[in-house]
């Protein structure tokens, strides 16, 4: 059959043809659109996904210069009646007025650097032994547990087992070597945060030996290298910038304990004299004494004192991730 047009005739099944060739670009077109349709959402997601982040990101920094400006300002009394003679003052005395922060400095200096030192062979053993040995099983479970609890235990329940277990000890300690058989200082206080920082190194390290690919460490094998050898010449190279991270995150830890470490270090404000002497640390001050501060320039000073923590803070972990930066390279 045929169909009479003004310029020839056009055949049913050509008819038919193009009505199929029309609804397929109909329907092409369709779902073009829809896909450019979910393009643009997709595009538009992304976009407010990546504003909310920079918000956040914006929101953090805003907080921390935040936090600094309140500090300077609130110790703008202090900075003026006192000069910059408050950092290596060594008197401290609200009674007269005579403010100076080198005890404290020192006190808190010493405390968390010795902590670092005790507690690094700790988590380092903890991180090899659950990354590498035992990576698996109810035992490294377990032990991977109890590890990560001792994060999560109050440090005023660590002050408390310090006076009950660890000052008898340190106590009987400085008697056998001759020390001054006082149990309270830097040395106890130091015990104290040493166990308490070994979680975040140990965690971390054993993150990072974990994530070592298997193929270096095989190739090693092959060569006939052990165990020992494997660990020394490539686990610990790969992980060192990891490594070292989780020791500066124990420090900053170390750096700002408070309750803990007012309760065993024996709060005095004098210099200490060596690492088994009582001591202060800048935040044990501020937790005893700001209730105590009835006078502006005396709230000021310790207001001041809680801004030299925040840049004595600061400063090590900017150095920190410099080292970082200078291993990974």
Known sequence: MQTNVENGTITRSEQDSERVITSKNTGDN???????????RQIRTERGFRGALVVVAAASVLLVVGIMITLVIQSTLSMKSIGIGYLWGKTWDPVRDIYGAYPFLVGTLLTSFLALIISVPFSFAVAIVLGEYYPKGWMPNLLKNTVELIAAVPSVIYGFWGLAVLVPIVRSFESSIGAEPIGLGIFTSSLILAVMVIPYAASLGRSMIQMVPSSLKEAAYSLGATRWEVI???????????????????????????????????????LPKNIFSPGNTMASVIANEFTEADHPVYLSALIELGLVLFLVTVVINMVGKRLTKRFTN
């Not at 369709?30 to 643009?40: I, T």
């Open 232 to 270: 020394r010449s490539v686990i610990i190279p790969y992980t060192k910038s990891g490594l070292f991270a989780g020791i500066l995150l124990s420090l900053g830890r170390a750096l700002g304990e408070t309750m803990a470490v007012t309760m065993v270090i024996g709060n005095t404000s004098l």
């Open 30 to 40: 369709v779902k073009g659109q829809k896909r450019a349709n979910r393009s643009h």
